[in-house]
């Protein structure tokens, strides 16, 4: 049984940081092809950062330059550092795999963690 567990989320005023991590256990596909993404409040959701196939790095325009995504192949375990946070980084967070190229919908999901940045 695949299981996502994602934690690092909470409260942090704008310009601050977080780091989110995401264990994957008993799963059938490691984290070199994970995704993070998120859901603010009454909007769709959206892919924020991802390990593609390939070993493609990807991310959101909205976050280019301030989050980055990394792995830790041993503990099948992947992060999302977050830096200069805004009041619109506000939102669940959702860590998902496999996720072969951009585009595709991974069938595996965490359970979301909320994060907030107040203004």
């Known amino acids: 049984q695949v299981q996502l567990v994602e934690s690092g989320g909470g409260l942090v005023q704008a310009g601050g940081s977080l780091r989110l991590s995401c264990a994957a256990s008993g799963s059938i596909f490691t984290v070199n092809t994970m995704g993070w993404y998120r859901q603010p409040p009454g909007k769709q959701r959206e892919l924020v950062a991802a390990?593609?196939?390939?070993?493609?790095?990807n991310y959101a325009d909205s976050v280019k330059g301030r989050f980055t995504i990394s792995r830790d192949n041993a503990k099948n375990t992947v992060y999302l550092q977050m830096f200069s946070l805004k009041p619109e980084d506000t939102a669940v967070y959702y860590c998902a795999g496999p996720l072969y190229y951009m585009e595709y919908v991974p069938p595996y999901w965490g359970q979301g963690t909320q994060v907030t940045v107040s203004s």
């Open positions: 390990f593609t196939s390939g070993g493609r790095t």
